[in-house]
């Protein structure tokens, strides 16, 4: 009982949250709020969690990143996945390096293996964070989609490099070589394993809804079992399962754009992937708050100073962290963009341009998220001897201040240094997509055209005389509508085929349009983002003719 009534309590501080940042008119962030509400049970009740590490990573991580890979979008990913590896990889064992070695200076009790495996959290930067900081801002459309493949990647490479550390402290044994050897044999196994348990599944239930029709709430279950079942696969085969989610939605990503699903599903999924997004994040971050009194308080006694001291050697240990974590990210960018800049311009192709405003919005970009939290929860309870885990409590608390602090070091410094687009930015990016908009429509009025050829009709040809005016139409539906619930038996069945012949019609259209926006975003004339709002626009008008 006591299990059930604390779920109810995190999902009411999660929905709370949500009003309250309104009420503070969005000056204070949701994670704050979230991790406020969240120490607010833990002190005014009686209720607590134990966390099981096993089982809070399980239950997750594998949503989360493979969220992450389905919906992050994919243009320039080719073109630039050198540079992206660059940082995705690249930057996150850099920052694992330098980092840890600050963190186990900095703070001697902590162990260096445990440094290691908290600056390796620490590296992943949050996909939805780093669209919503810069979404309306004048930052190159590459260098965003740079950044926003990066932040997708390194969520898999952080953790994986994470876990590496955590075995180094429950083994007492580490070989860089042998690391190096298992983590590319791990990363290859995971990516294949989510690409191939994705690609059995979708292709299996494409066949049965051929064959026995579509239900959408078994199509929606399904989405949500597909993350498990790679992360399941990957660890009974002993590769990466962090991968394997990643994999898994990237996939899902790529398979969604063949327009296999009925629009009330892909609908369904939306709202109910939508939902799970809002309460794994915000349960997270609600967790965080409900552990912060007992974390704060056994993590005190790992800092050697004087009691009334301890506070703000922790603010200093946090603002530190963040600081190195901006310097390591700020110099590897340069150097990453200076490195795809001179290789361009030696194959006579045009170059990044290495603003420095740019690079710095870019490390102060790197805002950390709930992947970064749930990965530092995960972290074990004990070593294998019954020992408590060095350093966890500290590690905890060190992370959540890392949140907190680089959320507001973002909301705070990326408005002064990259300003809002112009409106004369939006208006002609808006008339580049019109030659789409004007084929869209083209395809749709051929898509009527050839529907109503091939719809049998038996009522005559005054039923099938549809006025032209949208005012028009739409009284005549109404009237017509009307006329079939009182016209004589005779008639009222020309009336119901016509409104039924005009429905199909309306939908034939509507999936015209929807095939060609999928074309645009596989040839990358439209953003992911453009095509969803699109899509779901097309999804919504369909599924209430349907519903009609």
């Given at each position: 009982?006591?299990?059930?009534?604390?779920t109810?309590?995190?999902?009411?501080?999660?929905?709370?949250?949500?009003?309250?940042?309104?009420?503070?008119?969005?000056?204070?962030?949701?994670?704050?709020?979230?991790?406020?509400?969240g120490?607010?049970?833990?002190?005014?009740?009686?209720?607590?969690?134990t966390?099981?590490?096993?089982?809070?990573?399980?239950?997750f991580?594998?949503?989360?990143?493979?969220?992450?890979?389905?919906r992050?979008?994919?243009?320039?990913?080719?073109?630039?996945?050198?540079?992206?590896?660059?940082?995705?990889?690249?930057l996150?064992?850099?920052?694992?390096?330098?980092?840890?070695?600050?963190?186990?200076?900095?703070?001697?009790?902590?162990?260096?293996?445990?440094?290691?495996?908290?600056?390796?959290?620490?590296?992943?930067?949050?996909?939805?964070?780093?669209?919503?900081?810069?979404?309306?801002?004048?930052?190159?459309?590459?260098?965003?989609?740079?950044?926003?493949?990066?932040?997708?990647?390194?969520?898999?490479?952080?953790?994986?490099?994470?876990?590496?550390?955590?075995?180094?402290?429950?083994?007492?044994?580490?070989?860089?070589?042998?690391?190096w050897?298992?983590?590319?044999?791990?990363?290859?196994?995971?990516f294949?394993?989510?690409?191939?348990?994705?690609?059995?599944v979708?292709?299996?239930?494409?066949?049965?809804?051929?064959?026995?029709?579509?239900?959408?709430?078994?199509?929606?279950?399904?989405?949500?079992?597909?993350?498990?079942?790679?992360?399941?696969?990957?660890?009974?085969?002993?590769?990466s399962?962090?991968?394997?989610a990643?994999?898994?939605?990237?996939?899902?990503?790529?398979?969604?754009?063949?327009?296999?699903?009925?629009?009330?599903?892909?609908?369904?999924?939306?709202?109910?992937?939508?939902?799970?997004?809002?309460?794994?994040?915000?349960?997270?971050?609600?967790?965080?708050?409900?552990?912060?009194p007992?974390?704060?308080a056994?993590?005190?006694?790992?800092?050697?100073?004087?009691?009334?001291?301890?506070?703000?050697?922790?603010?200093?240990?946090?603002?530190s962290?963040?600081?190195?974590?901006?310097?390591?990210?700020?110099l590897?960018?340069?150097?990453?963009?200076?490195?795809?800049?001179?290789?361009?311009?030696?194959?006579?192709?045009?170059?990044?341009?290495?603003?420095?405003?740019?690079?710095?919005?870019?490390?102060?970009?790197?805002?950390?998220?709930?992947?970064?939290?749930?990965?530092?929860?995960?972290?074990?309870?004990?070593?294998?001897d019954?020992?408590?885990f060095?350093?966890?409590?500290?590690?905890?608390?060190?992370?959540?201040?890392?949140?907190?602090?680089?959320?507001?070091?973002?909301?705070?410094?990326?408005?002064?240094?990259?300003?809002?687009?112009?409106?004369?930015?939006q208006?002609?990016?808006?008339?580049?997509?019109?030659?789409?908009?004007?084929?869209?429509?083209?395809?749709?009025?051929?898509?009527i055209?050839?529907?109503?050829?091939?719809?049998?009709?038996?009522?005559?040809?005054?039923?099938?005389?549809?006025?032209?005016?949208?005012?028009?139409?739409?009284?005549?539906?109404y009237?017509?509508?009307?006329?079939?619930?009182?016209?004589?038996?005779?008639?009222?069945?020309?009336?119901?085929?016509?409104?039924k012949?005009?429905?199909?019609?309306?939908?034939?259209?509507?999936?015209?349009?929807?095939?060609?926006?999928?074309?645009?975003?596989?040839?990358?004339r439209?953003?992911?983002?453009?095509?969803?709002?699109?899509?779901?626009?097309?999804?919504?008008?369909?599924?209430r003719?349907?519903?009609?």
């Open positions: 009982m006591e299990t059930i009534t604390i109810l309590a995190l999902f009411f501080a999660v929905v709370l949250s949500g009003p309250l940042e309104r009420l503070f008119r969005m000056r204070i962030p949701r994670p704050f709020i979230q991790i406020a509400l120490a607010a049970i833990a002190l005014s009740t009686d209720l607590s969690i966390l099981h590490p096993d089982v809070f990573f399980l239950l991580l594998p949503p989360l990143l493979f969220l992450d890979g389905w992050s979008p994919r243009q320039g990913f080719e073109r630039d996945l050198a540079l992206i590896l660059g940082l995705a990889i690249g996150v064992v850099f920052t694992v390096i330098g980092l840890g070695i600050f963190i186990h200076w900095m703070i001697p009790a902590m162990p260096l293996a445990v440094a290691f495996a908290l600056a390796a959290i620490l590296s992943p930067t949050d996909t939805l964070a780093v669209s919503a900081i810069l979404k309306g801002r004048a930052v190159p459309e590459r260098l965003l989609q740079v950044l926003e493949g990066e932040s997708l990647f390194n969520d898999a490479s952080g953790l994986v490099c994470m876990q590496f550390a955590v075995a180094a402290v429950m083994t007492g044994i580490f070989s860089l070589r042998a690391a050897q298992e983590f590319l044999g791990l990363a290859v196994g995971g294949l394993t989510g690409m191939a348990v994705t690609y059995a979708a292709m299996a239930k494409n066949i049965i809804s051929e064959k026995l029709g579509e239900e959408a709430g078994g199509q929606v279950l399904i989405s949500l079992l597909m993350p498990f079942g790679a992360y399941l696969a990957a660890e009974q085969l002993g590769v399962p962090v991968l394997a990643v994999a898994a939605g990237l996939t899902m990503g790529r398979l969604e754009q063949g327009n296999k699903v009925g629009a009330v599903t892909r609908l369904d999924r939306k709202v109910f992937w939508d939902m799970i997004q809002f309460i794994a994040n915000g349960v997270v971050f609600v967790l965080l708050g409900e552990q912060l007992e974390i704060v056994r993590a005190a006694h790992l800092l050697q100073v004087p009691e009334e001291h301890k506070a703000g050697w922790l603010l200093l240990y946090v603002c962290i963040v600081g190195i974590l901006a310097a390591l990210r700020f590897w960018v340069w150097g990453c963009l200076t490195a795809a800049a001179t290789w361009a311009r030696s194959r006579g192709r045009k170059g990044w341009q290495t603003d420095g405003k740019q690079v710095a919005a870019a490390a102060l970009a790197g805002v950390r998220g709930a992947v970064t939290l749930a990965g530092i929860l995960a972290l074990p309870l004990f070593l294998p019954g020992s408590p060095p350093a966890r409590d500290l590690s905890i608390l060190l992370a959540a201040g890392v949140i907190i602090v680089s959320l507001a070091v973002a909301a705070i410094g990326l408005p002064l240094l990259v300003p809002p687009v112009e409106p004369d930015q208006t002609r990016r808006a008339r580049e997509n019109s030659a789409i908009y004007v084929e869209a429509a083209e395809a749709a009025i051929k898509a055209q050839t529907a109503d050829q091939q719809i049998p009709f038996s009522g005559g040809d005054g039923a099938k005389d549809i006025s032209s005016e949208p005012v028009a139409r739409l009284i005549e539906t009237r017509k509508r009307i006329a079939a619930h009182t016209a004589p038996d005779d008639r009222a069945e020309i009336f119901l085929q016509m409104g012949i005009e429905r199909d019609l309306q939908i034939a259209a509507l999936r015209a349009e929807r095939d060609i926006y999928f074309q645009a975003a596989r040839a990358d439209l953003t992911e983002e453009e095509v969803r709002r699109l899509v779901l626009a097309l999804d919504l008008m369909e599924t003719l349907l519903a009609s």
